[in-house]
């Protein structure tokens, strides 16, 4: 099980060295072929071309809602089965969720404009997400707050999987109550409602979002693993220097 | 069992309602959120009747805020928490019971002020009575998610901003659907209706979960 390999910090620095590159190179080349291919595919029959913000914004939801998933299943890893880079995973991804999580809310903003005529309605899956935005505001502020990382992990883990319960409510809130926001029009159980012109471009655009969020995220976990290594090198050279 | 946990009631309402307690300061709080808001709107009597609901339920919710960082950090600085974590009682009932006593010593008030500050704003019999069921059904939960972040914040010197931001995105559904319950009872063909039974299901949902969260919360604080 690769996970349990992984539990020694050495050893995901050495993968992660190899993995953030590739990913990272991985995702400008699918965001920009599904861009590229967005802005050539034909615009909507009634949206005309504002269609378009669809290849930013419904990526970035998709990396909000997932990346908190993850903050939640690393909690679990944190506080059940105690695995030593679980709390590194969720403080790292809490940030950058949050990113997604804002520039899901700001192109929505833009979109809804032109099609709705206001650039904020409080609709379910709008309230819903910026209450998803609120909570890993909470996180963030929760992990700053105490100092001692272990203890903090413990407490942000809690709080992530008590916030977990908005996840389903943000995926569910167009059929629940009665929406201006479209509903699933991707991930239905009869396929997808989307002409496949438009449907190629945003899958390609998703997955290079997806590419782009593992590698931010490695990337910060290896940041947060070197912070924890020279904040132990710190304390042990003061007290070499106070024994001297 | 039920005598230890009314004794750990009885312990919190006389420390809450002693001198230093600090049970009042909500209910002036209230009051003051309550009255800023004609002078903001301006003294439109038509309009404040419309969202008074609203603005006692604003009032309420950050006037429950207060305080909440103190359940149990003050038990943790004067080392009584290590007391109850010996208690021969589940952590959570106990977590249950602090939080019952913190809602009685601060937010029963806020439920008990409600109607008068609501004739302040012209809120009509009908709206009046809504408001105060929906408040004595929310704000215990409110008290309850409180709790969860008191226990988080347990350790934490002068917390209270952080308790606010942690509690109130997850007490916007009770803000939802308490306003909501009320402005069903006035309009609404059932009285409250189905907005007040989501109201009723969120809070229980609450009282569950807060001392569960909170007792885990606390137990790895200590270690």
New interface residues.
């Given amino acids: 099980m690769p996970l349990s390999e992984l539990a020694n910090p050495h050893r995901f620095l050495r993968r992660a060295r190899v993995l953030i590159p590739a990913l990272a190179v991985f995702a400008l080349v699918l965001i920009g072929v599904g861009l590229v291919q967005g802005f050539r595919a034909p615009a909507d029959y009634q949206q005309g071309e504002m269609v378009r913000v669809m290849y930013i914004h419904v990526p970035s939801a998709w990396i909000a809602l997932a990346a908190y998933t993850l903050m939640a299943i690393a909690s679990l890893g944190t506080l059940v089965w105690r695995h030593p880079l679980a709390d590194v995973a969720a403080k790292a991804a809490a940030p950058i969720g949050a990113a997604f999580c804002l520039l899901c809310l700001v192109t929505g903003a833009l979109w809804g404009r032109p099609m709705w005529g206001a650039y904020w309605v409080w609709d379910p899956r709008l309230t819903s997400v910026l209450v998803l935005f609120l909570l890993y505001l909470g996180v963030i502020a929760l992990w700053r707050a105490i100092d001692d990382p272990s203890r903090a992990a413990k407490a942000a883990a809690i709080l992530t999987l008590v916030g977990f319960i908005n996840v389903p409510i943000v995926k569910f809130s167009v059929e629940w109550w009665s929406s201006l926001h479209q509903g699933a029009s991707v991930f239905r159980l009869d396929g997808p409602s989307i002409h496949p012109s438009l449907l190629q471009p945003l899958l390609i655009s998703a997955a290079g979002f997806a590419a782009l969020f593992f590698a931010l995220h490695l990337a910060a976990m290896r940041n947060e693993i070197l912070r924890r290594r020279l904040h132990t090198l710190g304390i042990l050279a003061a007290a070499e220097a106070e024994a001297r | 069992m039920s005598a230890a946990l009314a004794a750990i009631l009885k312990r919190d309402l006389k420390l809450a309602l002693r001198a230093g307690g600090g049970a009042g300061i909500g209910m002036i709080f209230f009051l003051a959120v309550v009255v800023i808001v004609p002078f903001a709107v301006g003294p439109d009597l038509p309009l404040l009747k419309r969202i008074g609901a609203a603005v006692l339920w604003i009032g309420a919710l950050l006037a429950s805020l207060l305080g909440l960082e103190r359940i149990f950090a003050a038990d943790h600085e004067d080392g009584s928490l290590d007391l109850l974590f010996l208690a021969p009682l589940p952590l959570a009932l106990t977590a249950a019971a602090k939080a019952f006593a913190h809602w009685i010593a601060t937010g029963l008030p806020l439920v008990v002020m409600a109607p008068i500050l609501g004739l302040m704003l012209g809120i009509d019999a009908r709206s009046l009575a809504a408001v105060t069921a929906t408040l004595l059904v929310g704000t215990p939960a409110v008290t309850f998610i409180g709790l ?1 972040a008191g226990a ?2 347990v ?2 010197p002068r ?1 209270g901003l ?1 308790v606010a ?2 509690v ?3 007490a ?1 559904p009770l803000l ?1 659907f308490g306003v909501a319950a009320t402005d069903a009872a006035v309009t609404g063909e059932i009285p409250l209706g189905a907005p007040f039974r989501l109201l009723c299901a969120i809070s229980l949902f609450f009282f569950v ?1 807060g001392p569960i ?1 909170a007792a ?2 606390l137990r ?2 200590r ?1």
């Fill in positions: 969860l988080l914040a350790t934490l917390s952080l931001v942690l109130l995105p997850l916007i939802i979960l969260a885990a919360a790895y604080a270690e």
